[in-house]
Protein backbone atom coordinates (compact mmCIF):
# COMPACT_ATOMS: atom_id res chain seq x y z
CA UNK A 1 0.00 0.00 0.00
CA UNK A 2 1.08 3.31 -0.91
CA UNK A 3 1.92 6.29 1.55
CA UNK A 4 -0.32 8.24 -0.78
CA UNK A 5 -2.66 7.80 -3.78
CA UNK A 6 -1.80 8.86 -7.32
CA UNK A 7 -4.81 10.74 -8.58
CA UNK A 8 -6.09 12.55 -12.22
CA UNK A 9 -6.83 15.47 -12.61
CA UNK A 10 -8.89 17.54 -15.33
CA UNK A 11 -9.16 21.22 -15.41
CA UNK A 12 -11.87 21.58 -17.70
CA UNK A 13 -14.14 19.15 -16.76
CA UNK A 14 -17.92 20.10 -17.29
CA UNK A 15 -20.17 18.92 -14.79
CA UNK A 16 -22.95 16.64 -15.92
CA UNK A 17 -25.77 14.87 -14.13
CA UNK A 18 -26.57 11.19 -13.20
CA UNK A 19 -28.45 8.80 -15.52
CA UNK A 20 -29.21 6.24 -12.96
CA UNK A 21 -30.48 7.00 -8.99
CA UNK A 22 -28.08 5.62 -6.24
CA UNK A 23 -28.85 4.19 -3.02
CA UNK A 24 -26.16 4.52 -0.20
CA UNK A 25 -24.59 1.43 -0.85
CA UNK A 26 -24.32 1.40 -4.35
CA UNK A 27 -20.90 2.06 -6.24
CA UNK A 28 -21.80 2.53 -9.83
CA UNK A 29 -23.02 5.44 -11.70
CA UNK A 30 -23.49 6.37 -15.29
CA UNK A 31 -23.03 9.86 -16.49
CA UNK A 32 -25.11 11.53 -19.30
CA UNK A 33 -21.63 13.12 -20.30
CA UNK A 34 -18.18 13.16 -20.12
CA UNK A 35 -16.49 16.24 -21.46
CA UNK A 36 -13.59 17.30 -20.44
CA UNK A 37 -13.66 14.30 -17.52
CA UNK A 38 -10.39 12.30 -16.81
CA UNK A 39 -10.58 9.40 -18.79
CA UNK A 40 -7.27 7.02 -17.64
CA UNK A 41 -9.14 3.81 -16.54
CA UNK A 42 -7.86 2.60 -13.21
CA UNK A 43 -6.56 5.84 -11.99
CA UNK A 44 -8.80 7.30 -9.34
CA UNK A 45 -9.96 10.67 -9.12
CA UNK A 46 -12.58 13.25 -6.53
CA UNK A 47 -16.39 13.58 -7.61
CA UNK A 48 -19.00 15.36 -5.82
CA UNK A 49 -22.56 14.55 -5.84
CA UNK A 50 -25.42 17.02 -5.16
CA UNK A 51 -22.83 19.72 -4.24
CA UNK A 52 -24.09 22.79 -2.25
CA UNK A 53 -27.36 20.41 -0.77
CA UNK A 54 -27.89 18.58 2.24
CA UNK A 55 -27.19 15.35 0.30
CA UNK A 56 -23.84 16.85 -1.07
CA UNK A 57 -21.14 13.69 -0.77
CA UNK A 58 -18.02 12.77 -2.22
CA UNK A 59 -16.37 9.90 -3.55
CA UNK A 60 -13.15 8.11 -5.02
CA UNK A 61 -13.76 7.17 -8.67
CA UNK A 62 -12.60 5.43 -11.48
CA UNK A 63 -13.81 5.68 -14.99
CA UNK A 64 -14.71 3.30 -17.70
CA UNK A 65 -16.55 4.86 -20.88
CA UNK A 66 -19.42 6.89 -18.86
CA UNK A 67 -19.55 4.70 -16.21
CA UNK A 68 -18.24 5.30 -12.55
CA UNK A 69 -17.14 3.00 -10.04
CA UNK A 70 -17.41 4.79 -7.01
CA UNK A 71 -15.88 4.55 -3.03
CA UNK A 72 -18.38 6.17 -1.22
CA UNK A 73 -18.96 8.56 1.55
CA UNK A 74 -15.40 9.73 0.84
CA UNK A 75 -13.73 13.39 2.29
CA UNK A 76 -15.56 13.52 5.17
CA UNK A 77 -19.10 13.33 3.83
CA UNK A 78 -20.88 10.45 4.46
CA UNK A 79 -22.90 7.84 1.65
CA UNK A 80 -26.64 8.91 1.14
CA UNK A 81 -29.23 8.59 -1.77
CA UNK A 82 -29.23 10.29 -4.87
CA UNK A 83 -31.62 10.48 -7.19
CA UNK A 84 -31.27 10.21 -11.26
CA UNK A 85 -30.49 13.24 -12.82
CA UNK A 86 -28.14 14.67 -9.75
CA UNK A 87 -25.40 17.06 -11.15
CA UNK A 88 -22.00 15.53 -10.69
CA UNK A 89 -18.20 16.60 -11.84
CA UNK A 90 -14.65 16.11 -10.31
CA UNK A 91 -12.92 17.72 -7.46
CA UNK A 92 -10.41 18.98 -5.60
CA UNK A 93 -10.30 17.38 -2.53
CA UNK A 94 -9.23 17.92 0.94
CA UNK A 95 -7.47 14.56 0.67
CA UNK A 96 -5.70 15.86 -1.99
CA UNK A 97 -4.28 18.63 -0.12
CA UNK A 98 -3.37 16.85 3.47
CA UNK A 99 -1.26 14.08 1.38
CA UNK A 100 0.63 17.21 -0.80
CA UNK A 101 1.47 18.51 2.97
CA UNK A 102 2.41 15.10 3.87
CA UNK A 103 6.00 15.55 1.53
CA UNK A 104 6.28 19.16 2.03
CA UNK A 105 5.67 19.09 5.84
CA UNK A 106 8.08 16.21 6.18
CA UNK A 107 11.40 18.53 4.52
CA UNK A 108 12.18 20.95 7.42
CA UNK A 109 15.95 21.12 6.94
CA UNK A 110 18.41 21.74 4.01
CA UNK A 111 19.96 18.10 2.87
CA UNK A 112 16.77 16.33 3.72
CA UNK A 113 16.01 13.33 1.75
CA UNK A 114 12.32 11.52 1.64
CA UNK A 115 11.84 8.25 2.70
CA UNK A 116 9.09 5.86 2.59
CA UNK A 117 9.43 4.69 6.47
CA UNK A 118 7.24 1.81 8.16
CA UNK A 119 3.10 1.87 7.94
CA UNK A 120 3.79 3.24 5.17
CA UNK A 121 4.40 6.88 5.83
CA UNK A 122 6.51 9.66 4.44
CA UNK A 123 10.18 10.02 6.01
CA UNK A 124 12.64 12.10 6.69
CA UNK A 125 16.88 11.43 6.51
CA UNK A 126 18.84 14.32 7.95
CA UNK A 127 21.52 15.33 5.90
CA UNK A 128 24.43 13.11 7.09
CA UNK A 129 27.81 14.34 8.50
CA UNK A 130 30.78 14.99 6.74
CA UNK A 131 32.32 12.21 4.33
CA UNK A 132 29.50 9.48 5.13
CA UNK A 133 27.46 8.00 2.42
CA UNK A 134 24.01 6.48 1.85
CA UNK A 135 23.93 3.19 3.33
CA UNK A 136 21.50 0.32 3.16
CA UNK A 137 20.57 -2.34 6.07
CA UNK A 138 18.07 -4.33 3.68
CA UNK A 139 15.19 -2.18 5.32
CA UNK A 140 16.27 1.37 5.50
CA UNK A 141 18.26 3.80 4.34
CA UNK A 142 20.85 5.09 5.91
CA UNK A 143 23.90 7.57 6.32
CA UNK A 144 27.02 5.56 7.23
CA UNK A 145 30.72 5.59 7.43
CA UNK A 146 33.01 4.16 4.46
CA UNK A 147 33.82 1.16 6.96
CA UNK A 148 30.22 0.58 7.87
CA UNK A 149 29.02 0.32 4.29
CA UNK A 150 32.04 -2.02 3.55
CA UNK A 151 33.96 0.26 1.42
CA UNK A 152 38.01 -0.04 2.21
CA UNK A 153 40.15 2.71 0.83
CA UNK A 154 42.57 2.39 -1.88
CA UNK A 155 46.00 2.59 -0.30
CA UNK A 156 48.45 4.42 -2.34
CA UNK A 157 50.86 2.41 -4.65
CA UNK A 158 54.04 1.51 -3.68
CA UNK A 159 56.85 2.16 -5.95
CA UNK A 160 60.34 0.14 -5.45
CA UNK A 161 63.10 0.10 -7.25
CA UNK A 162 64.90 2.84 -9.65
CA UNK A 163 63.59 3.46 -13.12
CA UNK A 164 66.01 3.05 -16.11
CA UNK A 165 66.74 5.82 -18.14
CA UNK A 166 64.42 5.98 -21.42
CA UNK A 167 66.32 5.24 -24.32
CA UNK A 168 65.22 5.72 -28.54
CA UNK A 169 64.73 2.66 -30.41
CA UNK A 170 68.67 2.11 -31.65
CA UNK A 171 69.61 2.34 -28.20
CA UNK A 172 70.89 6.53 -27.99
CA UNK A 173 70.57 7.81 -24.17
CA UNK A 174 68.38 10.35 -23.25
CA UNK A 175 71.14 12.92 -23.52
CA UNK A 176 71.68 11.99 -26.93
CA UNK A 177 67.82 12.62 -27.69
CA UNK A 178 68.00 15.82 -26.09
CA UNK A 179 71.28 17.27 -27.79
CA UNK A 180 70.05 15.60 -31.57
CA UNK A 181 66.78 15.00 -32.02
CA UNK A 182 66.18 18.16 -30.88
CA UNK A 183 68.84 20.35 -32.41
CA UNK A 184 68.66 17.85 -35.78
CA UNK A 185 65.07 16.78 -35.85
CA UNK A 186 65.42 16.74 -39.64
CA UNK A 187 68.40 14.12 -39.67
CA UNK A 188 67.70 11.81 -36.47
CA UNK A 189 63.89 10.24 -35.89
CA UNK A 190 63.47 8.55 -32.36
CA UNK A 191 60.55 5.89 -31.00
CA UNK A 192 60.28 6.57 -27.39
CA UNK A 193 57.04 5.09 -27.07
CA UNK A 194 58.32 1.44 -26.80
CA UNK A 195 60.95 2.26 -24.09
CA UNK A 196 58.48 4.36 -21.91
CA UNK A 197 55.59 3.48 -22.19
CA UNK A 198 56.77 -0.53 -23.00
Known sequence: ???VTRRQYKGAAAPCTTTNSLTSVDTSVTLSAITGWPSTAAVPFYVVIDPGTSSEEKCSATI????LTLTRGQDDTTAVSHTSGATIYPVF??????ETNAFASTMTTRGD???MASGPTVGRIAIGTSGTIIYSNGTDPAWASLSTAGIAPVASPTFTGTPAAPTAADGTSSTQIATTAFASPSSDQYVLSSSIFG
Do not use: K, P
Open 1 to 3: MAA
Open 64 to 67: SGST
Open 93 to 98: SADDAD
Open 113 to 115: LLT
